[in-house]
């Protein structure tokens, strides 16, 4: 059982920039790939960024690819998002999710199926 809880969430301008954190509390941090998904209001979940156990790895959709950044610190136990120059359609609830799945590839990562553990997320919402 991993225990994940996202933090760092809040209302920016566009343009702005935020820092999610999600702290990971249970079995093993450093064996699970870590992953952010977000939703908004009406649509389903989608992918935001991956980051595999050594962080040698990171996978980001086109919509925040150079935009975003996912990170982990395997000591303090926690997975990080930096999302610069945030748009308005940036604007969701923002969800923490570890694998026991070992991903090589973006379509593995991208896939919320292969996430067993979420965290209750935290909204972002980025004012125009």
């Known amino acids: 059982q991993v225990v994940l809880v996202e933090s760092g969430g809040g209302l920016v301008q566009a343009g702005g920039s935020l820092r999610l954190s999600c702290a990971a509390s249970g079995r093993t941090f450093q064996l699970f790939g870590m992953a952010w998904f977000r939703q908004a209001p009406g649509k389903e979940r989608e992918f935001v960024a991956a980051?595999?156990?050594?962080?040698?790895?990171?996978d980001y959709p086109d919509s925040v690819k150079g935009r975003f950044t996912i990170s982990r610190d395997n000591a303090k136990n926690r997975v990080y998002l930096q999302m610069n120059n945030l748009k308005p359609e940036d604007t969701a609830v923002y969800y923490c999710g570890a694998t026991e799945i070992y991903c090589t590839g973006y379509v593995c990562s991208a896939s919320e199926r292969n996430y067993a553990y979420w965290g209750q997320g935290t909204q972002v919402i980025v004012s125009s």
């Open positions: 980051i595999n156990w050594s962080a040698d790895s990171t």
